[in-house]
Structures are given as C-alpha cells and as structure tokens.
C-alpha cells in the first residue's frame, strides 16, 4: 500500500533563505507524487507533480522537487523564500502508481511553512 | 482560470441532523472526489465518483454518507446523521478523465463542517 509521511509539522525559514521540505513515500508500484499548497483560506492548488518523465521536476512559484528512488524521497525546495511562500504544504501519492487506472490521493500530514523577515 | 467551487465554507449543525455539502466542479471535468481533513490530521479520500456512479470509496464513507451529481454542474456530499467525529474540512476535487493515475486533481476552498 502506499504512504506518505512529511518530516516537520513546521518549518520556519528567513526571507531569502533556502526551503527544504522533506517528503518520504512508500510505494509497492511506480509512483506518482504530487506537492499541493494551501494557502490561508483556500483550497488545494497543485505546486508539481513525477509522473516518470523526469526526477528534477519544476513547478511554479519556483519550486522544484527532485525524485530519488534510492532513497524514496521526493523533497521540495526552493532556493529563496519569499514572504508570500508562507502556507502549508502537502506531498501526497496516488494510490494506483504508475500504469494505474484513475486513482485517489494519499496525503501526508501536511508542513506548515513560516517565512520570517 | 477555471476553478472548483464549494458552498458553504463553513457549516455548523447538530447532531443527527443531515447536511448537505455541495461542490461545482470544473466544467469539463468528468472525475469528481471527496476528501476530508479532521483538524490536525491527514487529508483522507472518501469517495470517487464518475459517468454518474461511484467509482470508489474509502471504509470511511460508510451507509451515512450518499453522493449525488444531481444536475449537469453540481456534485454534492451529503451526510445523513451527522456525528461529532463528521466534525472536518471537507473537500471536493475534480479531474479531467484521462484515465491515469497521474492525472492532476484540482482540489476546492473546502467547506468546514463543525458538529455539535
């Protein structure tokens, strides 16, 4: 069965500094890995997704996560944090990996992210 | 740009009473979802739903909760006798129907249900 699980409930960076978001996924098949975002009082809007094409995947507000088999790994970071990155961050899995008929969503909990001045 | 719409955003009832959570999911999408998120814990799916029947659904949507597209533009959640535990953020989602697993689902505001 697949999991998700997200290091740190909450991640606290400076202005400018680099986010490293961890993620770790369990996975009997391929997978493929979504990052979401939700900002205060909004819904789930997609940041990037593997779906095998390529391990560096690029998303937008300048956002990149790296797919690493050997380590199950699928980490989120960006190389400046702005002010506006503040919101909480979910990596999720899709329960039908690779080939798969349409499938759900399996999320870890979720890491809040603060951006300091 | 297209987005999924939920009413209401939030939603305070009793409890045993039945409530009615309802979602406009991007036009052209066929594939619909519910998910929820009880305060401090995962997003958990709880249903799929396409061509107008369930697709899918978790042990959590259990005799309680019916899903229903009851016109060309809403999809609604409905449960019918709501318990303390319901208490959650809802959310609705929806996919274009390519078929893969890879597809992107585009996830609503959500609508907070709190039970009393």
């Known amino acids: 069965a697949q999991s998700v699980t997200q290091l740190g409930s909450h991640v606290s960076v400076s202005e400018g500094a680099l986010v490293l978001l961890r993620c770790n996924y369990s996975?009997?098949?391929?997978?493929?890995l979504f990052w979401y975002v939700q900002y205060p009082n909004q819904g789930l809007q997609l940041l990037l997704k593997?779906?095998?094409?390529?391990?560096l995947v690029k998303g937008i507000n300048g956002f990149e996560a790296e797919f690493k088999k050997s380590e199950t790994s699928f980490h989120l970071t960006k190389p400046s944090a702005h002010m506006s990155d503040a919101a909480e961050y979910f990596c999720?899995?899709?329960?039908?990996?690779?080939?798969?008929?349409?499938?759900?969503?399996?999320f870890g909990k979720g890491t809040k992210l603060s951006v300091k001045p | 740009e297209p987005e999924v719409t939920q009413t209401p955003s939030h939603q305070v009832t009793q409890m045993g009473q039945e409530v009615i959570l309802r979602c406009v999911p991007i036009?052209?999408?066929?594939?619909f979802y519910w998910y929820r998120q009880i305060l401090g814990q995962k997003v958990e799916f709880l249903v799929s739903?396409?061509?107008?029947?369930?697709?899918?659904k978790s042990e959590i949507f259990d005799d309680q909760f019916s899903v229903e597209r009851p016109d060309g533009s809403n999809f609604t959640l409905k449960i019918r006798s709501t318990k303390l535990e319901d208490s959650a953020m809802y959310f609705c989602?929806?996919?274009?129907?390519?078929?893969?697993?890879?597809?992107?689902?585009?996830f609503g505001p959500g609508t907070r249900l709190t039970v009393l």
């Open positions: 989602a929806s996919s274009e129907t390519t078929g893969y697993s890879g597809d992107t689902q585009y």
């Open positions: 996975s009997s098949v391929p997978p493929y």
């Open positions: 593997y779906t095998s094409a390529a391990t």
């Open positions: 999720a899995v899709s329960d039908r990996g690779y080939g798969g008929s349409q499938g759900n969503l399996i």
């Open positions: 036009s052209n999408h066929l594939y």
């Open positions: 739903f396409y061509n107008n029947e369930i697709s899918e």
